[in-house]
């Protein structure tokens, strides 16, 4: 007799929404033996919901040993391991509770209407018709509510809709036709004589208000299977809602009819991909291949979780579940998106001891992309008011000017490609071209520009050639790709290629050397398409050695800015150092001479 009250208890608060409840009467009735196999699923669904899932895991797998391919236990498992992951990967949702719409008691079913500008919802406030007692949530029954914003466009508190829609039975769940002209909802009479079932009703607007409800006839003498949470799609030929009647795949399902204005032409499942042995619930059609639906029979976090539903060209779905914030161990579900854009309202008794629902808000924010980036010359000093001109391929120009710092930073697009223009009083024009990642993730792109000055020598860095020798090394190519795109880029430019070596041997062989070895690298960029009459070669051997710049006194800490590396200077440092400071000055520069 224990294990039988038990057990009728955790029916009671399972059907109550009182997850933690159920769970202690369940483990009571299981305590005492109760014998009835699905008492072990009630107790793992429950302890699922409540959102102890290493509890649950082992709860499903103790019911799966009884019944080993149970689709529901199978489903229940695979979505508690999934659940903890989900937790701790969030998607991009940001999710608010809408204090402003909420009441002590419950509100669901969301619907927008008349361009994002008005919200009907479903309530059993204080304001709702009628004292008695739904025989479905045991509450007070709902009556359908409206929410409308101010001159400013904020959302006001919702007021109960003036219509004889609302009446002292039950009605919730609207859904408004895209010319705003008809209402569909739910209906739940109450007859004391003989067992009622839910019903959708439809209402037409008219003189500025909404009629009285009718009936809307779905399966001819049907009077015993439920018919709910109707939404009507953006184009009215068909009507999305949910049924117990016969034909589904177990639990409620949702189907869909065919519509001709308000008659039903026929009706049919939307098969095995959106439905299960659970139940499928609350659909809200978004366009004509987007369906949102409330599912505990796909693996999930907990209760009812909200899916995105896309038909491919085959007409088969592919579901896949909305994940963390939106969907919660308790019961998600009810949802409604502005028209266009990636933000509206849902349901959900989360947080809430009594398992009553209330309305949260969502919007999937766009990924924050940003380029920045900075100007600097040959010895990283930055440059300030250099012009950065961008270019995007979907046909966006803009400009930037570097900060005084000679940073720059701006707003861009995921999925884009862009063309970059550096160009400074005194500096070469600079190409760069970057395309953002279509990926939904903040990210910082780094564009930087080393000018290259008019009429001052800059430092080809890695050209190597062989001991004693003009030939160009392998390991040089690389660095000199990049002056061939600089010449390319600015056609217009000449320049000198000047060769240095260090203060070993006589002047009359270091002259000749350097001149060989400026001759090398002028010859590699002829033989690659730059144009001889661009080029001079110069051979300096050691008659001007390299005076240290901030950026050699930074690397190397025996010199220090302005030292000028002569064979007097050299020979005064350790065998180490003077092999640093030959080094420094063995190197090979090229200056920008004069436009052609």
Known sequence: MRGVVAYEMAETYRRLNSATRAASAYANAIRYNYPDTLMYLRYAQMLHKEGKYAQAKKAYESFLLLDSLNPLGLGGLQGVESAEIR???????????????????????????????????????????????????????????????????????????????????????????????????????????????????????????????QELTISGRDTLSAFAHPSISPVGDYLYFVSDMPGGYGGKDIWRAGMDGNMVLFKENLGPEINTPGDEMFPYIKNDSTLYFSSDGHPGMGGLDLFEAKRQRDNLWIVENMEFPINSSMDDFGITFEQSLQRGFFSSNRDDARGRDHIYSFEYPDAEVFVEGFAVDKEDKFIPNVKISVISDEGSQREYITKQDGTYRFNAKKGIN????????????????????????????????????YNKPVILDNIFYDFDKATLRPE????????????????????????????????????RLSFRRAQSVTEYLSKSGIDESRLTAIGFGKTQPKTVTPNIAAKYDFLKEGDLLDEVFIENLSPEQQEIADQINRRTEFKVIEPM
């Open 87 to 213: 937790q701790k990967n969030p998607t991009r949702y940001v999710v608010k509770r809408m204090d402003l719409f909420n009441s002590n008691r419950g509100e669901f079913s969301p619907m927008f209407a008349q361009n994002n500008d008005v919200l009907y919802i479903t309530s059993s406030n204080k304001d709702a018709r009628g004292d008695s007692i739904s025989n479905i949530t045991g509450m007070k029954n709902n009556d359908i509510f409206i929410v409308t914003k101010n001159d400013k466009g904020e959302w006001q508190k919702p007021t109960i809709l003036e219509s004889e829609i609302n009446t002292k039975f039950d009605e919730g769940t609207p859904s408004i036709s895209a010319d705003g002209n008809y209402l569909y909802y739910t209906f739940a009479p109450i007859n004391y004589n003989r067992a009622t079932t839910t019903k959708i009703y439809f209402s037409q607007r008219g003189s500025g208000n909404w009629n009285a409800g």
């Open 418 to 453: 862009y063309l970059f223009m550096a160009s400074g009083e005194g500096f070469l024009n600079m190409k760069k071209s970057l395309k953002t990642s279509v990926e939904e993730k903040d990210t910082v792109y780094f564009v930087d520009f080393e000018m290259i000055p």
């Open 476 to 511: 040089s190519k690389e660095e000199l790709e990049g002056l061939i795109t600089l010449l390319n880029d600015n056609p217009e430019i000449v320049i000198e290629l000047s060769a240095h070596t260090d203060r070993k041997g006589s002047d009359e062989y270091n002259q």
